[in-house]
């Protein structure tokens, strides 16, 4: 099946800093999210992008997804960006779908 | 308000049990989902079902079984839990046209 990898597996951050985060995956797909993993365990969309560029706000992504990757941009961190950040792709294989997930990259932004 | 509700958020069970996760959209979405989450292995698919009536297996479909009666419901079952199912369950759903999905607030199921 498809292989979805993101990178770094971690990140810690001073409060203002820029990052970017990567995520690789091995076949065409038709479908990409970020999600957000809060502290709490609740699993909160970023953004819905198989392809393009899209922001909001401190936040903005790419896919290109003829080169099998996707990027997510935070700018000008704060604390609240903590969390685990998870990259999710779908294919279209055989009559099924399957939204497939990387294993996430942990941020921990500190003041 | 509109979204997915998972029930109960959290349980611990006697090894040996019979449990059903239960997960309610109410955003006439076609496609349903049940996950697990474990430290280091990120989020899993247990089951699927792409509209009402049809299902399929994940990537750990074992010791798991659901049904899809309705668009609505998707309910997960444990026939016999073992230690090794604790884990956090996440439910989620997307629509046909738009397949963003969204995910339910998560079941912290503990077996001991």
């Known amino acids: 099946g498809i292989q979805v990898e993101q990178s770094p597996p971690d990140l810690i951050l001073q409060e203002g800093a820029n990052s970017t985060l990567r995520c690789n995956f091995s076949?065409?797909?038709?479908?990409l999210q970020w999600f957000h993993q809060n502290p709490w365990g609740q699993l909160i969309n970023l953004f819905y992008?198989?392809?393009g560029t899209k922001q909001n706000g401190r936040l903005s992504a790419t896919t290109v997804a003829t080169e099998r990757y996707s990027l997510l941009y935070i700018s000008s961190s704060q604390t609240t960006d903590s969390g685990v950040y998870f990259c999710a792709v779908e294919t279209f294989k055989g009559g099924s779908e399957k939204l497939v997930f990387g294993k996430g990259m942990k941020l921990t932004v500190n003041p | 308000i509109a979204g997915i509700t998972q029930a109960p958020t959290s349980q611990i069970l006697a090894a040996g049990r019979r449990m059903t996760l239960r997960c309610t959209q109410d955003?006439?979405?076609?496609?349903m989902y049940w996950y697990r989450q474990d430290l280091g292995l990120g989020l899993r698919l247990i089951h699927y079902s792409n509209t009402a009536g049809t299902t399929g297996k994940g990537e750990v479909p074992d010791g798991y079984s659901v049904s899809r009666a309705n668009t609505d419901d998707f309910p997960l079952t444990l026939a016999s839990a073992v230690p090794s199912q604790t884990s956090v369950y996440f439910c989620?759903?997307?629509?046909?046209?738009?397949?963003?999905?969204?995910f339910g607030q998560g079941t912290r199921l503990t077996v001991v």
């Open positions: 992008i198989p392809s």
């Open positions: 955003m006439r979405h076609n496609a």
């Open positions: 989620a759903s997307s629509g046909q046209e738009n397949t963003e999905a969204f």
């Open positions: 076949d065409s797909v038709n479908n």
